[in-house]
């Protein structure tokens, strides 16, 4: 303004000299410029003075056509407004105000890229002086969202050259947008050798302005955590406005410069038969690299950076070596890692499978496994927990000491880890037969009945069946046991039966009896008969009487004998309700005179 100003002043006092006196100027004044969005109105405000006052003014609009040329789009005095015909702007156009207040305002409408032109306002009086002032029309396009591509192939560190990272792109901006590339939050910029930002700008058929730019660096480890961004600036009226595309980053190829390799399962000890998984990794990240892992105690290999063992045995122990090798350089890098496989053996009870003991005597065994762990050795007999330890002593066997035992051994810092033998147990001695719960019994006639006679003892005792006649009962089963014989004789009872078991081996014997009584429907049938023989000796008797009282008594004691004679009438028909009874006062009759009852 100020130079506008002192320009004018000059212009002015050039005039005053060629005009000698003739003191005449318009004062214009104008914006220098105005800022517009595209599709949008315009107003370029045009204020004047002059020292005459300012009635009755033509007022006149330019632009500058870029040939660098005046073009008149409106013209207006006190009596006509005229907008040029022919113009960009004949239809846009309007002026609003007469002049009469010293200002007018252009109103452009639906403003368009071809408008960013400069534009006069020109003044002249009646009397011929004149003034103008200039204002630029700066029209703006916000442009679409930008956006940003990454290579879709990793980078080597290896690579000689700088290598595209990415391309960021921004559409139908006006005037230009600008693009920087951010890696992480710091703006990148070229240097030589290191990075390079390519960018290159298009001009759509609309006038727009479409930006692109390329990224290319030299790659080193490091970045491969980088995120990269574009940020976009572009003018708007008043300012500048930025936005910002979403993150991308690049996979980065870089030797390994150590590799290790573990045991990835199990977590814990191994053991034989469990399937182990080994792992290799490098600390690279390198597609080209080979991992062969190896056993150094075999020499095998494998080329994997996995290897899965199955069912593994202690030869499987020892230093696994994983070597990675770099197919780019043919360098090459190792790590190991030592597997140690548990292992327990079957267990080897000493004496083996069955040891004899005498009776009183003392029981000695021991029971032994091989392992590269700690053991824990237990006694079992009949599911009971009879010893700890790894040997067996028993003092003084009896045949309860007699019978199978179990040694178990476990290995405490691995659950699944176990191992069993068994040793049989024989108490050398005399036959002893267990005690029975029936010796003495009665049993109906005719009746079945099975003798049972269980005999401990070592050697298995024979054992024989015989009667007190000295028949030999024949055995209906007879089965070894744990600790001796069980035998069963059958026997059907026809009379009273004394059985003997007798059980015997090289050291004795011994025997248990079985007595049996017969009884039942034999006795009942010999009872039945002895009543009626009793009834008949009774019946004999009382006639006897009632013949001897006819004789002798006739004295008048005849009342006496009648009752008598009813009582005992009496007691003959109890008899027959009871025979039981009967037999009882049949025999007690028979020892007491009737008379006295
Ligand atoms: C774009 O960059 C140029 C050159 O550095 C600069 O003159 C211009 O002002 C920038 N534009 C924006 C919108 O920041
Ligand atoms: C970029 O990094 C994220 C994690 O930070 C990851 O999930 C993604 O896969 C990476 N993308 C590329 C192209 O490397
Ligand atoms: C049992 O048998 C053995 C051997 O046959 C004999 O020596 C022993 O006297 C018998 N015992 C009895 C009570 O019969």
């Given amino acids: 303004?100020?130079?506008?100003?002192?320009?004018?002043?000059?212009?002015?006092?050039?005039?005053?000299?060629?005009?000698?006196?003739?003191?005449?100027?318009?004062?214009?004044?104008m914006e220098d410029r105005v800022e517009v969005f595209r599709g949008e109105t315009a107003q370029i405000a045009c204020m004047f003075k002059s020292s005459e006052g300012i009635g009755a003014m033509i007022i006149q609009w330019f632009y500058m056509t870029r040939g660098g040329e005046k073009q008149r789009i409106y013209y207006q005095d006190i009596t006509t407004k005229i907008v040029d015909r022919g113009t960009p702007f004949t239809d846009r156009i309007s002026v609003n105000g007469t002049g009469a207040t010293g200002d007018v305002v252009l109103t452009i409408s639906n403003v368009q890229l071809e408008d960013e032109l400069e534009f006069i306002c020109l003044i002249r009086s009646v009397t011929g002086e004149a003034g103008e002032g200039r204002t630029k029309l700066k029209v703006f396009e916000t442009p679409n969202l930008p956006s940003i591509e990454s290579v879709q192939t990793g980078i080597s560190v290896n690579e000689e050259g700088l290598a595209k990272i990415g391309t960021c792109e921004v559409k139908n901006g006006f005037p230009k947008p600008n693009i920087t590339w951010y890696r992480n939050m710091t703006p990148l910029r070229t240097v030589q050798d290191v990075v390079k930002i390519m960018p290159s700008i298009t001009t759509e058929s609309s006038g727009l302005f479409s930006v692109r730019s390329e990224l290319s660096m030299?790659?080193?480890?490091?970045?491969?955590?980088?995120?990269?961004?574009?940020?976009?600036?572009?003018?708007?009226?008043?300012?500048?406005?930025?936005?910002?595309?979403?993150?991308?980053?690049?996979?980065?190829?870089?030797?390994?410069?150590?590799?290790?390799?573990?045991?990835?399962?199990?977590?814990?000890?191994?053991?034989?038969?469990?399937?182990?998984?080994?792992?290799?990794?490098?600390?690279?990240?390198?597609?080209?690299?080979?991992?062969?892992?190896?056993?150094?105690?075999?020499?095998?290999?494998?080329?994997?950076?996995?290897?899965?063992?199955?069912?593994?045995?202690?030869?499987?122990?020892?230093?696994?070596?994983?070597?990675?090798?770099?197919?780019?350089?043919?360098?090459?890098?190792?790590?190991?890692?030592?597997?140690?496989?548990?292992?327990?053996?079957?267990?080897?009870?000493?004496?083996?499978?069955?040891?004899?003991?005498?009776?009183?005597?003392?029981?000695?065994?021991?029971?032994?496994?091989?392992?590269?762990?700690?053991?824990?050795?237990?006694?079992?007999?009949?599911?009971?927990?009879?010893?700890r330890g790894h040997s067996l002593i028993l003092q003084n066997a009896t045949f309860d000491t007699a019978g199978m035992y179990m040694c178990v051994v476990t290995v405490p810092e691995i659950e699944e880890m176990e191992t069993s033998g068994t040793l049989l147990v024989h108490v050398q001695g005399p036959p002893e037969i267990m005690e029975q719960d029936y010796t003495e019994m009665d049993l109906v006639f005719e009746k079945t009945v099975d003798l049972s006679c269980h005999a401990r003892g070592f050697p298995a005792p024979s054992i024989t069946w015989i009667t007190s006649d000295g028949k030999v009962l024949k055995t209906a089963s007879q089965e070894e046991t744990e600790d001796g014989v069980q035998s069963v004789v059958s026997i059907k009872v026809t009379s009273d039966i004394t059985a003997l078991c007798n059980a015997s081996n090289k050291y004795g014997s011994d025997a248990v009896?079985?007595?049996?009584?017969?009884?039942?429907?034999?006795?009942?049938?010999?009872?039945?008969?002895?009543?009626?023989?009793?009834?008949?000796?009774?019946?004999?008797?009382?006639?006897?009487?009632?013949?001897?009282?006819?004789?002798?008594?006739?004295?008048?004691?005849?009342?006496?004998?009648?009752?008598?004679?009813?009582?005992?009438?009496?007691?003959?028909?109890?008899?027959?309700?009871n025979t039981e009874e009967a037999v009882l006062l049949g025999v007690n009759g028979e020892k007491q005179p009737p008379s006295d009852q």
């Fill in 1 to 29: 303004m100020a130079v506008r100003d002192a320009s004018s002043l000059l212009v002015g006092l050039l005039v005053l000299f060629l005009t000698w006196g003739a003191w005449a100027d318009v004062e214009v004044n």
């Fill in 218 to 387: 030299k790659v080193m480890k490091e970045d491969k955590d980088d995120q990269f961004y574009c940020e976009v600036t572009y003018f708007v009226p008043g300012g500048t406005r930025m936005t910002e595309t979403n993150r991308i980053n690049i996979t980065v190829y870089y030797p390994s410069t150590a590799v290790s390799i573990w045991v990835e399962s199990p977590k814990g000890k191994i053991k034989e038969g469990d399937s182990i998984e080994l792992h290799c990794q490098g600390n690279g990240n390198t597609p080209s690299s080979i991992i062969t892992i190896k056993h150094t105690k075999s020499g095998q290999t494998w080329d994997n950076d996995v290897l899965v063992l199955n069912n593994v045995t202690r030869l499987d122990s020892g230093v696994y070596e994983c070597i990675s090798m770099d197919t780019d350089t043919f360098d090459e890098i190792s790590g190991d890692t030592s597997v140690f496989v548990n292992y327990l053996d079957p267990a080897v009870v000493m004496p083996q499978d069955t040891i004899e003991v005498d009776q009183g005597q003392k029981l000695q065994a021991t029971c032994n496994a091989l392992s590269s762990l700690q053991m824990d050795t237990a006694w079992f007999k009949d599911g009971q927990e009879v010893s």
């Fill in 513 to 577: 009896t079985f007595n049996i009584k017969a009884k039942g429907s034999g006795v009942i049938i010999a009872v039945i008969i002895i009543c009626i023989l009793l009834l008949a000796i009774l019946g004999s008797v009382l006639y006897f009487l009632y013949k001897k009282g006819k004789i002798c008594g006739r004295s008048g004691k005849q009342d006496l004998t009648k009752e008598k004679s009813n009582k005992d009438n009496i007691v003959v028909e109890m008899k027959s309700d």
